[in-house]
C-alpha cells in the first residue's frame, strides 16, 4: 500500500512498514493541496496527527483512501464516523503517549508550585544584579506531598497522572461521567513489587471544593467544562492544568480567575485557538505555556511508529485474505 504520513512517523514505524513491502511518504502536504496530492499519488493510508484535518469533504474527494490513522489519542479532527460510514477504516494509538503526557504535565504542575517558570525568566535578567531580591520572591513554594489532586476524566493519560501523584504521595480524587467505575491503579516498581490501590469517583462539584489542582483528560467538547460557575466553587488558590483539549476551559474566566487570585496558576499546553492562542493568554504571567507537546517525547513517538505500522499491516493482511 501507499502510505502517506503527512504529520511525520518514527523511523521504527517506516522501517516495518516497508520491510512489509509498504511504499511511505514522508513529506508534508498542505491541508488545501492535500486532496490533489493524495489522488495524484493514489494513497491508500493517510497518517495525520493533529495538524492535519480529514473532514467530509477530503474523504469524499480521495477514493482510494483504505486507512486514516492518527498519531495519538483523540481524533477530533478526523470525521470518524463518516469516515467509516463510506468503509474507510480509521486508526489510533491510545495507549503510546499516556506515560509522556502525563509527564508534562507534572512537569508544569512541579515548576509551577515552586515559580520556575518566572525564574527561569528572571535569573538571566537579573540573577547577577539581583540574587537576593530573586530568592526571596521565590522563596515560598509549596510542596506537592499530602495536597489533593483532581482529575477530571479518567482515561490512560489521567490513569498515569495518578499514578505519578500517588507516587510522591499526593491524595488523587476523579470525577468521571456517570455510571463509570474507577479501574483499580496499580504501580509497579523496578524491583518488581506491586501495590494496587482504589479511589472513588466524585461528584463535580465535590471535586472542585475538595482539590488543591486540577488536572484535566477529557476528550474536545462543545463548550467548555470550566467557567466561571466552576472555578467559583474551587478552593481559594487552587492550580488548573490542561493538557487535553483546547476550549475545554473557558479562557476568559480563566483570566478573570487568576486576575483575582481565585486560581494561584494555571498551566496549559492546548489552547482554544490553536496555533494561534490569544495574546492575554500568552502574556499572562501567572500561566506556565508549552505549544502542545504532551505527546511529542522520542519514545511515544517511537511507539506511535510502531503501533500504526503494527495495525496498518495487520490489515493488510485481511485485505488480501
Known amino acids: 500500500m501507499k502510505i502517506l504520513a503527512n504529520d511525520g512517523i518514527s523511523q521504527s514505524g517506516i522501517d516495518a512498514l516497508e520491510a512489509a513491502g509498504h511504499q511511505v511518504y514522508l513529506v508534508h502536504v498542505a491541508q488545501e493541496q492535500l486532496v490533489n496530492y493524495i489522488n495524484e499519488h493514489q494513497i491508500d493510508v493517510l497518517l495525520v496527527r493533529s495538524a492535519t484535518k480529514v473532514r467530509k469533504d477530503l474523504i469524499d474527494q480521495c477514493p482510494s483512501l483504505k486507512i486514516i490513522g492518527r498519531g495519538g489519542v483523540g481524533m477530533d479532527n478526523i470525521d470518524v464516523e463518516y469516515a467509516r460510514s463510506k468503509d474507510i477504516i480509521v486508526i489510533n494509538t491510545p495507549a503510546a503517549s499516556s506515560a509522556s503526557v502525563a509527564e508534562l504535565a507534572f512537569a508544569h504542575l512541579f515548576g509551577a508550585v515552586r515559580f520556575l517558570h518566572h525564574a527561569n525568566r528572571d535569573m538571566p535578567l537579573e540573577g547577577d544584579s539581583k540574587f537576593k531580591e530573586l530568592k526571596k520572591s521565590y522563596s515560598r513554594g509549596v510542596e506537592l506531598r499530602g495536597k489533593t489532586l483532581g482529575l ?146 522520542v519514545e511515544a513517538q517511537d511507539r506511535i511508529g510502531s503501533e500504526l505500522a503494527e495495525q496498518i499491516i495487520a490489515l493488510d493482511s485481511q485485505f488480501q485474505s
Not at 241 to 265: M, W, Y
Not at 267 to 294: C, R, W, Y
Open 152 to 297: 477530571i476524566g479518567y482515561g490512560r493519560i489521567a490513569q498515569e497522572m495518578a499514578k505519578l501523584a500517588i507516587g510522591i504521595g499526593m491524595k488523587v480524587v476523579v470525577t468521571r461521567k456517570s455510571g463509570q467505575e474507577i479501574p483499580p491503579i496499580t504501580l509497579n516498581f523496578f524491583d518488581g513489587q506491586q501495590l494496587t490501590f482504589t479511589l472513588s469517583n466524585l461528584s463535580m462539584d465535590e471535586l472542585l471544593k475538595e482539590s488543591d489542582y486540577i488536572s484535566l483528560h477529557v476528550p474536545a467538547q462543545t463548550k467548555p467544562i470550566l467557567g466561571k460557575e466552576e472555578f467559583d466553587k474551587m478552593k481559594d488558590g487552587v492550580g488548573i492544568i490542561n493538557t487535553a483539549r483546547g476550549g475545554i476551559v473557558d479562557e476568559n474566566a480563566l483570566v478573570e480567575a487568576l486576575e483575582t487570585e481565585k486560581v494561584s496558576f494555571a498551566a496549559l499546553d492546548v489552547f482554544e485557538n490553536e496555533p494561534s492562542p490569544s495574546i492575554k493568554i500568552l502574556m499572562n504571567n501567572k500561566i506556565s505555556l508549552s505549544p502542545h507537546i504532551g505527546g511529542s517525547t
